[in-house]
């Protein structure tokens, strides 16, 4: 056991939930105060942090005594803003949903925000702690030789409801290969252990949303697409993301290939999502399959079903908190996923917006030049 860590929530929406249920479960962690401004939100936060006391801004948040640590999980749109009132007012280690920013006016502000902010910042990329992620990133670089080709795949259900319907708008998201895609594009950083120097990308709305209506708007997200990133190195990865395809086994698809061989991590989607007169839920995998001698090699990676029902990314979420409270409590020197990755991950995802729009191959250095 280690010092007592209290967090300061900012957002308990659906997102909210899932990270309260994965600190109740942690061990000398509670939530001390939390921000949200749904009451029926705010009311279920209550029930897997009941003595937090609830408060009406972010202001009022910071005022709260003993708190060791903030985290933001409130409407993309809100979060630089939010960072930045931190900085001014009291700048504690923080945790922070992505994307880090929406738009490319955010840009300079994150910049400026990242040079001056003393406190540590980890950008919450929970794609990387899933357990048969985790495996593949360990074993990649040994099972292909050195990844020259990385493809992941993401068929999953469309975006849910959220609290006053926020995310069916590009300007509230950032936009789906924002919003929803940055994580793989963090991953891709990760794998390919280089920086991406462009982008090129093919994607629209064909099935989602295209009958629904929030105040005579249409949402305007896409909901599939195809992305090319090259990197620095010569090497390159593909995205392909479709999210009419939830009756699929497997949401995450994900290989890499090298000059030995191959290796791919195989995930499920939420478990309550699972029909339930298919029987038990499939079981994540990693696949290892050298060139010579010729595999395949299979295993199975559980996740223990108390992290795994404590919400809907693989346990990974449980896992990230694992790690923000050994850096706030001083155990680790830096965050896993500082803010130069979230700004990247971010960055890639208007690459492929941008490419998508104008039917061009995209450099980033376009997007760092705004």
Known sequence: MGQHVRYGLIGCGMMGQEHLRNIALLPDTSVGAIFEPDAGMAAQALVFAPNAALVDSVEALLEVEDLDCILIVSPNFRHVEQLETLAQKRPLPVLVE????????????????????PAPVWVAMEYRYMPPIAAFLSEAEVATGGVKMLTIREHRFPFLPKVGDWNRFNRDTGGTFVEKCCHFFDLMRLVMRSEPVRVMASGGQDVNHLDESYDGETPDIFDNGYVIV?????????????????????????????????????????????????????????????????????????????????????????????????????????????????????????????????????????????
């Open 230 to 370: 090259d990197f620095a190195s010569g090497t390159r990865a593909v995205l392909e993301l479709c999210m009419f395809a939830e009756g699929a086994r497997y949401q995450e698809e994900v290989s890499a290939v090298g000059p030995n061989g191959k290796i791919e991590a195989l995930v499920p989607g939420p478990g309550r999502f699972w029909p339930p007169h298919l029987g038990d839920a499939p079981v994540p995998q990693v696949i290892v399959s050298p060139r010579h001698p010729k595999g395949p090699f299979v295993r199975e990676v559980p996740v223990d079903p108390t992290i795994l029902d404590a919400g809907d990314h693989n346990g990974s979420t449980f896992y990230q908190h694992q790690g923000f409270v050994d850096l706030v409590r001083g155990n680790r020197d830096a965050p896993e996923v500082g803010l130069r990755d979230g700004m990247m991950s971010v960055l890639m995802g208007m690459a492929a917006q941008r490419s998508m729009l104008e039917h061009r191959a995209v450099r980033i250095d376009e997007m760092t030049a705004l």
């Open 98 to 117: 992505k994307p880090l920013f929406t738009e490319p006016q955010h840009i300079p502000r994150m910049e400026a925000f990242a040079q001056s902010y």
